[in-house]
């Protein structure tokens, strides 16, 4: 028997509420060693990586809020461990020593929030990315999946940013439908036709060229809802070329988070005793039928516990009475956390509860 959380994935995967499926709280660092003073330090660059997500902003670490967050990562985390990567077997160099650290949420972005720093709340955009690449005379859609150094820098980049991304198979049916004409012009009904058969927010269509220097630049378009946005980028190679569209991409649509599903005002709901499929299927169709509730986005799952995202114009209280109002779910008492086990000893560790409203799901369907 599969677990059923792996059916849930399966079945969901695509659908924009589930784009976002990376913690946005969680960073790893390589380190020397074990030691604290290490540890201290690779806290704090993990700590960065959180903050780049969490604001949405590129340039976050240039404002003053957030070295005070820094400051405060010893105490912001929940826990923490250690992997090694063991060297090639015909190299003598040692084993690379990795922290992995995820941070309290809440606490975090209340951190952010009292040092006036940006928390763009709610899921990430999934961005479905075209380019056509110029060679000499001619132009062609860029298959990003043949070139695995390219892929993995993407990959590694929108990662760091949290951001969904999504690329094109570029089989028969997406060069029946889209050409490297089509992107190179803008022409927007192709573009909009091809990208249908994906899930997607957002896209973003490139023109890559190598410049007479050697350098590559790319001419991008950002298209999300009925608004367009033009910038450009350029780099050594087309990698970083590309990675950098990746970060301006980012940068931009943090800056109109309203225009997302769930981004602003989403109420954090812990509902437990989500036991099977039928039981989530159950819970999704009960909150779809609530008159005050505007949408739903699962955050996380543990076990038999989900973490969901919920909106409403009427905040935090209409979404109680909402769920309150509904006879499979039970409210429940904010829990007082433990202190999580960690990797190690970690002074000053504090935790606070994950979710704003906690319910139990009872008497639904397994």
């Known amino acids: 028997m599969i677990h059923w959380l792996t059916l849930l994935l399966l079945c969901l995967y695509g659908t924009a509420a589930l784009a976002q499926t990376q913690d946005l709280y969680a960073g790893e660092v390589q380190v020397a060693d074990e030691s604290p003073g290490a540890r201290n330090d690779a806290l704090v660059e993990a700590m960065q990586q959180v903050l780049v997500r969490v604001s949405g902003r590129s340039d976050i670490m240039s404002d003053q809020g957030a070295r005070a967050v820094l400051a405060k990562a010893s105490a912001l985390v929940q826990q923490f461990r250690y992997r090694s990567v063991p060297a090639p077997a015909d190299s003598d160099q040692p084993a690379q020593k990795y922290l992995s650290a995820r941070f309290d949420p809440v606490a975090v972005r209340r951190a952010m929030s009292q040092q006036g720093l940006p928390v763009w709340e709610g899921r990430r955009p999934r961005v479905l990315m075209w380019v056509a690449a110029e060679q000499g005379a001619s132009r062609r859609l860029l298959n990003i999946a043949d070139d695995a150094a390219t892929r993995e820098a993407l990959d590694r980049r929108a990662a760091a940013r949290g951001m969904p991304l999504q690329l094109p198979l570029l089989d028969l049916e997406d060069q029946s439908a889209i050409t490297a004409a089509d992107v190179w012009a803008g022409y927007a009904s192709a573009i909009r036709e091809a990208s249908s058969r994906y899930p997607h927010d957002a896209i973003l269509t490139g023109r890559l060229r190598k410049q007479p220097g050697g350098r590559w630049s790319a001419d991008w378009t950002l298209w999300q809802d009925d608004r367009s946005q033009l910038f450009g980028t350029d780099g050594a190679d087309q990698a970083q070329a590309l990675v950098a569209g990746i970060d301006v991409a980012q940068d931009r649509l943090a800056a109109r988070p309203v225009a997302q599903a769930g981004a602003q ?66 409210a429940l008492p904010t829990p007082l956390a433990p202190v999580p086990e960690t990797g190690g000893d970690v002074e000053g560790v504090q935790t606070e509860p994950d979710a704003d409203l906690y319910f139990s799901l009872v008497g639904a369907a397994e």
């Open 265 to 330: 005002g989403a109420v954090r709901v812990s509902v437990t005793g989500v036991s099977g499929l039928g039981a989530y299927a159950h819970l999704l169709q009960r909150l779809s039928e609530s008159p005050g509730i505007e949408g739903v986005h699962l955050l996380g799952v543990d076990r038999d516990r989900l973490l969901l995202g919920v909106n409403s114009a009427g905040g935090s209280e209409e979404v109680s009475l909402a769920l309150k109002g509904m006879p499979d779910l039970r």
